[in-house]
């Protein structure tokens, strides 16, 4: 069964009943049934979907240890990117954060107005004894007592603030929405906008590791955005491999404080390319005297002097999850000249900075890395490989939505795409006598 089902996925055939459809009638995949019976689709979900969950990822990376056995990997560098990939839920099951909580205020609100009460375990007690005292009754000719109104009334608050608390639940502390149909799915803008007015959909942040154009880690997440990805993923390939690559080679997209700090503990070259990379190389950046990176900076006085040669100087810092923010301000900005290109803040305000010190300097070191021979050259590698994977994955392989729910389930589903790419991969490579070659070849102009 686990035969067929990667032999299927690197065909590029993922439905159950497709795949049964093939083992009747295509003779590569009755080879490999060896003469058994023709499972039926629904032998094929329920294998997908819970019998094979745990083995598939440990099978996943038996075979990238493999491939690093044999020659065909390193870990030298390894270059990451993310995609989004929209959820089999409904595109209108949406349950939004904002609006969670603006209903649960409210509940709450007239809860304390008719009670006084303002925990939900403080109403569950009181229903449970009022609920002792009252006859209920139901049905065609029945009464109900005014006081059973009451309590029925009271009591659909109380679902209805049970069901918010439950949203949030789901929800966690980093999203703001989820799926009706598929809790795990949060709703992202997708490239693939059917209705093209920017519609946001059910979907899943799907990363990969691509080393020597093999997939070599892969995994998916809840999160809209790259940059919390980057740790978990790195840990669980570690974990995984029994390894740690030497460099991270990522876009923009995973720059932050806590992933360089992660970086430089574990030993690991920082190659992510900053946000404001290419954008401070424009004309529009450097006309832009507000900003820190057009002031001169003191660091024996720890101020920062304008266009105008008037001094920002430090004031206060604040901390937030380990990390400072130094807060600048100056001296003066009466009659200044350059007040409206400078500064947003009121008349009578002096313009202010904020800056995290020990963010510039991490991201000084990225940029330095990216720039120097290598690092335009793994940056390029990446742009090559792993978002040339992503490019094989939906277009030859045609991989653009799942077909099951919750993100065990996803999982799965890419533990088996992934497999059946680098067998894929492997094969083509052995065919195209490009054997344990790791970097892409760029051709000179």
């Not at 803008?189 to 997939?215: C, F, T, W």
């Not at 390939?237 to 430089?264: C, P, T």
């Not at 050259?377 to 919750?406: H, M, N, P, V, W």
Request: net charge positive.
């Amino acid at each position: 069964m686990f035969k067929v089902m990667a032999y299927g996925y690197e065909c590029g055939i993922y439905s159950s009943r497709k795949l049964e459809e093939a083992c009747r009638y295509r003779i590569d995949f009755m080879w490999l049934l060896e003469d058994e019976p023709v499972p039926d689709h629904t032998t094929f979900a329920r294998f997908r979907t819970g019998r094979c969950a745990e083995a598939v990822e440990d099978l996943f990376y038996q075979y990238v240890r493999l491939l690093e056995k044999q020659g065909e990997t390193d870990h030298k560098a390894v270059f990451i990117d993310g995609t989004k990939l929209e959820s089999r839920a409904g595109r209108y099951t949406f349950c939004w954060r904002k609006s969670v909580e603006k209903q649960l205020e409210k509940v709450k609100a007239e809860v304390y107005c008719l009670t006084g009460l303002k925990k939900l375990g403080g109403l569950q007690r009181r229903l449970a004894r009022e609920a002792k005292g009252i006859v209920f009754v139901h049905g065609s000719g029945k009464r109900k007592s005014d006081a059973q109104r009451e309590w029925e009334a009271l009591d659909g608050l109380r679902q209805r603030w049970e069901q918010y608390e439950e949203s949030l639940a789901i929800m966690g502390g980093s999203r703001n929405s989820y799926s009706k149909t598929d809790h795990d799915a949060t709703f992202m803008r997708m490239k693939e906008d059917h209705m093209r007015n920017g519609q946001l959909k059910p979907a899943y942040n799907v990363q990969i590791g691509v080393n020597s154009e093999y997939i070599t880690g892969i995994d998916v997440f809840s999160n809209q955005t790259d940059y919390g990805t980057l740790q978990p993923f790195l840990k669980t390939m570690e974990r995984k491999q029994h390894r740690k690559y030497e460099k991270i080679v990522a876009d923009a997209g995973y720059e932050s404080v806590g992933n360089y700090l992660y970086l430089e503990r574990h030993g690991m070259g920082s190659y992510i390319k900053p946000q404001n990379h290419e954008v401070k190389q424009t004309a529009k950046f450097k006309r832009q005297l507000g900003r820190a990176e057009n002031m001169r900076y003191s660091a024996e006085g720890d101020y920062y002097v304008c266009a105008q040669g008037r001094k920002l100087k430090l004031y206060r810092e604040s901390e937030k999850d380990g990390i400072v923010t130094s807060h600048y301000r100056c001296e003066s900005c009466v009659g200044c000249p350059c007040r409206a290109q400078c500064c947003k803040a009121k008349d009578g305000l002096p313009k202010e900075l904020q800056v995290r010190k020990q963010f510039e300097q991490y991201r000084a070191i990225s940029e330095a890395n990216v720039t120097t021979d290598e690092g335009i050259y793994l940056r390029l590698c990446r742009s090559i490989q792993a978002e040339g994977t992503f490019a094989l994955l939906k277009t030859d392989f045609g991989f653009r939505r799942f077909l099951t729910t919750g993100k065990a389930n996803v999982r799965t589903e890419l533990f088996f795409l992934a497999l059946g790419f680098n067998l894929k991969k492997r094969w083509m490579k052995q065919e195209n006598g490009r054997l344990q070659s790791h970097m892409s070849v760029c051709k000179s102009a």
